[in-house]
């Protein structure tokens, strides 16, 4: 797949169910792309009835895409949440609690284990230091790019992050290279989180 071509592919979320409102259309075997974004707020996204912002790539996403309507997070803190994402537990079952000194015990199936075992190939970048690898998020993926640096003490390591583009280059390089194959691939993206520092190319809004 070209440059441009992965890169339409991650601002549509093409997956092998139902779009809102309508049934399968053929659509086995298709890419699924997960993209979670740290604290953004549906009611600040134009899919969500939201009139005044400029979010053009996630409202083609959602055009194009499935939208869920009714969705809530178990837990306010990125690690718990993305686990309870991954298992379909809630963080007393899972038993992660916090960002910093949990981990995902071996046991409960990922999301990403069961895309393996449907014989999809599996990649996922992150850009927040607390969704690294040895958490236990990883589980199930083929390619797992966490490279952040980290500057400081332990007190900096929960908002350690990178700029997302990074995160994005990293996935589209992947999935470039699966060719024809099947794939589950997941983006996560940290921009919105306070202390909110946007890159120079967003400052404008």
Not at 58 to 81: K, M
Not at 119 to 124: K, L, Q, S, V
Not at 183 to 192: C, D, N
């Amino acid at each position: 797949m070209s440059r441009a071509g992965a890169a339409a592919a991650l601002a549509v979320v093409a997956c092998a169910g139902a779009c809102r409102g309508g049934g399968p259309h053929g659509l086995d075997g298709a890419p699924v792309i997960l993209v979670s974004i740290d604290t953004l707020r549906a009611d600040r996204l134009a899919a969500y009835g939201y009139r005044a912002g400029g979010t053009p790539a996630l409202d083609r996403l959602a055009r194009e895409g499935v939208v869920f309507d009714d969705v809530i997070s178990p837990c306010p803190q990125t690690l718990p949440a993305h686990v309870s994402l991954f298992t379909g537990l809630q963080p007393p079952r899972h038993g992660v609690r916090d960002n910093i000194g949990f981990a995902l015990k071996p046991g409960p199936r990922t999301l990403a284990e069961r895309f393996q075992a449907a014989g999809y190939a599996t990649g996922a970048a992150v850009s927040a230091y607390v969704l690294r690898a040895q958490t236990g998020v990883s589980r199930g993926f083929d390619a797992y790019d966490d490279r952040i640096e980290v500057e400081g003490g332990s007190d900096a390591l929960g908002a350690a992050q990178r700029d997302g583009a990074v995160a994005v280059d990293s996935l589209l390089r992947w999935i470039e290279e699966r060719g024809g194959q099947r794939y589950f691939a997941f983006l996560h993206l940290y921009e919105p989180h306070t202390p909110w520092a946007p890159p120079e190319r967003h400052r404008r809004f």
